[in-house]
């Protein structure tokens, strides 16, 4: 199932050349981790459908057109943009179509380790040459500033995109190379990042700007790590920095354009993060992606630079996204109108935005919060947001997406093809396609496995070559079988995470059992040995089916009930029940069995109790009557959230009536 | 606390100069009926306070600027209309001013009869003048279509209301008139009518059309009964009629304009009620006002045709209303999209619609339908949106006004002094103004009391002037005390309806009881005799408090109940209760207390009970937990629902969790 890279394999040790503090933690790299089993099936998906799929929607003309007549689009998206309805005064989701392709070269760079597909690679490298003669002399590139509203680059960094697409053309540039070891975009994209540092920056004479969108930062770190050019993660460390300062730059940007700056559509810059310096935050505000962006941006930096201010507030702005602001499912954003955060607690189930780029998002911040460490308070997250809110947002076959993954549906929310804003189908792309390395990183005499499942990682410690294979039917099942082979015998650290949601769990190496109590801080355990050839590994989770409670003051939630099975949040659908969804009761004594059912949504673990349904009998005469409906037994089954809305339409919901 | 009307007091005999077939029952004239007690507090707000703020309101320049500065008003309204920003292809609110202008005069018409008040008088009198200097040679009449938009009358009356107005106006009018003995307003709307029916109408040469929003055909019965012309009740007869017939003179009249009928805003024609011939229709869909004003019109014509064809689907239409589209307060139509209904058992209550004109539209349609003679299914459901979706819509003391009437609040949903869709105001205004017109109707030889409440009626009967006086603390109190003063004994028949929510009820006659099952059908109980002076009736309504259902197939209420006492629905608001409310859980087995209180909201019956909330306890390190939220006892008060958003801000909730 995976391939070679198809070009000159990217080397891990070329990536480190930085003389500035390394992550005490770095994630293995995407080759180096082969995933089989449950993550196995959703990166095939992405290498044999999404990634193809990517590469046709962003180069079909008029495509919202072709694909969804009902859905007018707002404007045309063909290669490098025409001018066709655009003006100088024109802000559209299409400004932002570089940064569609930036994440489709991504996610297609890390499907061709999985799958060598020359005819996908080849299309990759014609866009490239495109963006290549794209580029002015100056090293400026942005095919809609170039094509569509010339004269006007650098004139709205608040509403416009521009340093957005450059970092996702980064992310994209950086990962090609790795994956093929072509470096023409990344040469490219390195241009115009040292362009970027001519026009923005602390110097008296540029422009002390970021952008409205975060996003260049996370990528000028991966650039800073690629190169080795420490000028990258300073620009980073600028934009992290400066972001937010008096006097604020978008209001004098607006005035510099002729604007009111109190023009702003979205009235404050807590949309976009900026309206207080980032270590005086506390609360997660505004739009949901760009503040996970943020956050990830400010996690690398916090780590390069061993920066501990930044650190205490991400540490605030985790605790207050997850006890205040977060889904069960680690969706996060409720409200459309801000693609954002509200209030406290406010996390309406059908109206549920959480946008699947929002989950991915908190995916990328949680990741990089490992970074510091093995920590369960964020892994135990990552692997929430990872195995629900996410995925949710790709169909089984990778085929179609939802941008909004609401926690109850009467059936009228179902996959898009495609999405006038286009930004979630290559961001779950690219997440799913480098899954393995969410799996696993390294230190330099430790190796922290944050994820389980079917896997092969493959790295060196303490210059030995070590392979480790994970044997686990994960997530269905808690019993994984860890064997290490070191080509020599070699001592480090194994830290396991223990997820919080597992009731009970034994280890054992080589069959002899460790005291979990002993080994565990901060939800790993921890085992330190000179490892060799064919050790043993034995970790069982115990995987209890639990009802889940929300805080009261969720009142969304109140008197409801969510039932989840290790990672998993799970919920019902029409198809699986007689009752109508609202009608059903789960009471709390109910017995709730799993059962495996190979054969369901490309093999599922179910869940079914005896629940009650009210009843319709004897409402023929009026809508309102003071006899409480009588109930019938009937049976629940549920399957997981991930996987809602593979099969025909129908209603869906999570939180379920507490009985 | 009533007056003599200031000027010549209508004669009810004047009314009735149409050889056409009587309403069997026709509702008692404002004049005939004083209210007190709970009404009459309600009518005195209105005749001190909402009349005189209509006044102001509806001539105030700039006015929704200047009102609330937070919400800016798409256009600007003064005296009739200044040209300033509108085009010929503007549609706006405010092309209907004239009829808040006729809803106003309404309002201050029915105002008089209850307070002398002069000032006012003179004021509207001087806004009639207007309209007589404003209207054309030929009898038109629009200070839209003649300031704003000239060139353009009969051009669309699919979406611009121009019948609309001239509805509002015409029962402003015939109110007037009956208020003030002044006709020159009713000689200006017939001459406009005169026009209007060689516009439009059946023969050859005429534009086969109607008007978008329905009224015009309810203010044609009225304006056929006050003049004894037959000719304006065959107009709103062809009104009724020719809706929904094809060619449909929408898509004619959209092409006879240059435009695609496809075009429509709102997509469906069900919008505005003519996708079928109204004798066809079953389903109670779109617009929720222009539903009820078409179906109080269709009821009119029935009863005036004696049209069994339009009174079956009158029939259907209300069983389809009332078995899956009203709100438990009466209020309907449930979405902001279309203003009115969606699909059937759709109720949601935080994002309640129900429009006040809706409520106060279905109290319109149920009393014509007890123009067939006395019938509980209708008069139950009129009293419903009496006192709870329809007076909610008006401040306790007139002043303040709901355009939305939500089951359910977070505290940010208040009233407004005014709405730049200024429809409500008036609306309820003239209602209270009229309610004594809802108590009673009479037949030759019968009298029907459809409400209870302190008041006087007088009326004649078989030539005999009778007055019936009912002594009560209604809605608080279920007893009745009727004294029955005729002027010499007369037989007729007394038909007192026993509502439906009534778990039994006593009557009798001079103290001799009457068994109710010898006597009652269609809810109500008839008592025939020949009344003397002094008769006395005696009717003990049990007024039980109850908790309600809502059918199972309502997503939005399963699991919960709500609480009522005789009409009146109640809702628990956070200025009475500890706990956020969507904590509280009311236990099936807690008794409830009803009190009164008559220090509270004007007086106002509270119930009270023990109920359970939610405790907070332990949810510190996240957002859920396998554990359910612990319970605590609280104190439940609820108040009765039209009262609520009379003190300060804070939730409010209809629906509780069911225990």
New interface residues.
Partial sequence: MTASPSAQPFKANELEKTGKPKLAFRPLLVPQVDVHGFWGDRADAVASATAGILYDRCVEARMLEQIDPDRPSPGVVIPFHVSDGFTARTVTTQMFWDSDWGKTIETAAYSLYRRKNPELEKKIDAVIDMYEKLQRPDGYLSSWYQRIQPGLRWTNLRDCHELYCAGHLIEGAVAYYQATGKRKLLDVMCRFVDHIATVLGPQPGQKHGYCGHEEIELALVKLARVTGEQKYMELAKYFIDQRGQQPHYFDEEARARGADPKDFHFKTYEYNQSHIPVREQDKVVGHAVRAMYLYSGMADIATEYGDDTLRAALDRLWDDL???S?Y?TGGLGPSADNEGFTSDYDLPNESAYAETCAAVGLVFWASRMLGMGPNARYADMMERALYNGSISGLSLDGSLFFYENPLES?GAHNRWKWHRCPCCPPNIGRMVASIGSYFYSLADDAVAVHLYGDSTARFDISGVPVSLTQASRYPWDGAVGITLEPQAPVEFTLHLRIPDWSASAELAVNGDPVNLDDVTSDGYAAIRRTWKKGDQVRLDLEMPI??????????QD??R??LSRGPLIYCVEATDNES?L??L?LP?TAPVEAQLRPELLGGVVTLSTTAQA???DG???????????ATTQTRLTAIPYFAWDNRESGEMLVWL??G
Same sequence: chains 1, 2.
């Fill in positions: 997850t006890t205040k977060l069960i009467r639990e009802r889940l409670y929300a805080n009261p003051q969720v009142r109140a008197g009930v969510a109508q609202h009608r009761t709390r009210d009843a319709g409402w023929q005469s009026g809508l309102y009557r003071p006899e409480p409906p009536r507490d």
